[in-house]
């Protein structure tokens, strides 16, 4: 499995993943433990493992940097979590491309991350509602959706709830700007643009 993914990737733009069906925690368990540089899921019985792009990677660093900016500039107390499982024993699991605890550490993130190539997207909201991640965000086909927990469901909405300046419209600017432009210019002109708000 590992050797496929690795042979069709390369660098590549598009990410490339493969879905396990009738699988069991414990393979779960050994297949991410041995091959870390892949992103995982567990969920009914089912392993999704995908091997992110070049462009995949570009845009999560892209965000990660905007979200860590906003909370040095808003002195928000972050815990960055990266791709780190996020999992309830035996089952489900999942590897974000990013995640965040704020004000505290916690167990389960107040926020994660999901950049969208190939697969995935709000049907993974699933995964995360049974986690109880309390906002998930996506981008996906160059578009952000924000999706916040309330009760017991998602509910789409147009700015985040865990940084509150950080609207749609906002971050969709910036994050696009990560295929053609450097970090630290967009760091720059982020930051600039925030203190004007």
């Not at 091997?51 to 990660?64: D, G, L």
């Not at 160059?142 to 998602?154: A, G, T």
């Not at 971050?171 to 708000?197: A, M, P, R, W």
Request: hydrophobic residues 35%; proline residues 3%.
């Amino acid at each position: 499995i590992m050797l496929l993914l690795r042979t069709k990737n390369n660098f590549s733009d598009t990410d490339k993943t493969i879905t396990l069906a009738d699988v069991t925690w414990e393979v779960y368990l050994e297949l991410s433990e041995q091959n870390p540089e892949y992103r995982y899921s567990f969920y009914k019985n089912v392993i999704t493992v995908m091997s992110p792009s070049r462009n995949h990677e570009r845009i999560k660093k892209t965000i990660a940097i905007l979200i860590e900016t906003y909370c040095q500039v808003e002195q928000i107390q972050f815990f960055a979590f990266g791709s780190g499982d996020i999992k309830k024993s035996k089952e489900v699991a999942k590897q974000p491309d990013e995640s965040y605890c704020f004000d505290n550490e916690k167990d389960i993130p107040d926020l994660a991350i999901e950049v969208v190539f190939s697969s995935g997207g709000v049907k993974d909201l699933e995964k995360y509602k049974a986690l109880n991640v309390k906002e998930v965000w996506f981008w996906e086909n160059n578009q952000l959706n924000i999706y916040l927990k309330i009760d017991s469901n998602y509910t789409e909405a147009l700015s985040s709830s865990c940084l509150p300046k950080l609207s749609i419209g906002f971050l969709s600017k910036y994050i696009s700007q990560g295929f053609n432009l450097d970090n630290l210019t967009i760091q720059n002109k982020f930051v600039k643009e925030l203190h004007n708000l």
